[in-house]
């Protein structure tokens, strides 16, 4: 029988975004790569995929038929290995494995960034700490994407069979990469857009965690002093109609574009100046490793994921989430001045370096490689030196 390996996360795009080079290593080792997960995606490396109906919710009663069906699929199935990721995909993974990891089976929980960390509300740590500690036991490895949260499961003596420290999902530097003058102007001219704008770009899908409207009103507060700004904003969600309606409100809807769900983010963010972020809670943030692979300078919110990429006042702006004004003048700075530009984006080139996807396929390769030969007999502190 080959080796078996069942990926899962609440929904099934997560692995189209974030984890086919993964799926292609396993193939690549004559591995055969199950999904499970809710969704009907078409996503290639995988020789069987299984929509599971998971809700993001904790609090979904359908939760409670995912962990059903994903239970008799382990059971069916003689996995080697379950990896499981997102918070629901990593409780009911863990739970339905529990027998299988008995019998052998390996259980691999990657922590995009845990829902309890410096400054999340009371309500996170009374829900999601408890379970995340109780699960541990039942996590041969558990991995994190960033200082912060490796630092909370080590301090708070999370008790998985080991804890390591990736640098997140990787980034394709081959794909994001800055353009070459020339390129840039024609990717401009492609788009519609005037040599002389200055393009802000932010791509997060509108929900209240990624806090639009922190930026929105920072531009407000500058489109006197720079009117050929314009900001870009890529996705979809739930308050895109009332960011709308806020710029309107603002007199700036004309400096806005919101392009909606996009294919082609490594053609739009080189063509451009800053990125932003006002995001409130991020593990070790794709769109800023992108936009940094590609050049681009960073303004963005303090959190975990942004203080760990972003250097501040060395490769971009580092901003407390409330701080509209100050949001608005680290802006202006950049847009004003191409040089501080260049210099901020070429340093944040270089640092982004070590979370290539290169880089992080190695990392994971080699905890994988202890499971897949049978041969792991690792302490919680194995992998940390390797990797940083």
Known sequence: ???????????????????????????????????????????????????????????????????????????????????????????????????????????????????????????????????????ARMTDCLVTINDEDYNLARGHRFKAGQIAHVH???????????????????????????????????????????????????????????PAMRLLLAGRGPLQEECRKLAASLGIEHMIHFLGYRSDIDQVLPMCDIAVSGSLREGLPVNIMEAMACGLPIAATHNRGHDELVIDNVSGYLIAPNQVATFAERILALCTSQELRKEMGGKGLAHIQKYTLGQVRQQLSEIYLDYMMGEHNGTQDQHRHSYL
């Open 1 to 135: 029988m080959p080796n078996k390996i069942l990926f899962c996360a609440t929904v099934d795009y997560h692995f189209s975004a974030f984890h086919l080079p993964v799926l292609e290593w396993f193939k690549q080792h004559n591995w055969e790569v199950h999904i499970a997960a809710k969704g009907d995606l078409d996503i290639p490396y995988v020789d069987k995929k299984f929509n599971i109906p998971m809700e993001r919710s904790p609090f979904s009663i359908r939760n409670r038929e995912a962990f059903r069906q994903l239970k008799t699929v382990i059971g069916e199935n003689d996995y080697n290995i379950i990896h499981c990721h997102t918070p629901i995909g990593g409780v009911l993974a863990r739970l339905a494995g529990r027998r299988a990891r008995k019998k052998g089976t390996k259980v691999i929980y990657t922590a995009h960034g845990f829902h309890f960390c410096k400054g999340a509300p009371l309500l996170n740590w009374l829900l999601y700490y408890p379970i995340e500690r109780s699960l």
């Open 168 to 226: 997140g999902v990787g980034i394709d530097t081959g794909r994001f990469r800055p353009a070459q003058p020339l390129e840039k102007a024609r990717l401009r001219q492609s788009y519609g857009y005037k040599q002389d704008d200055i393009l802000l770009f932010y791509a997060a899908e509108f929900n209240g965690n990624k806090n639009h409207q922190l930026i929105i009103g920072a531009m407000a507060l500058i489109k006197e002093e720079v």
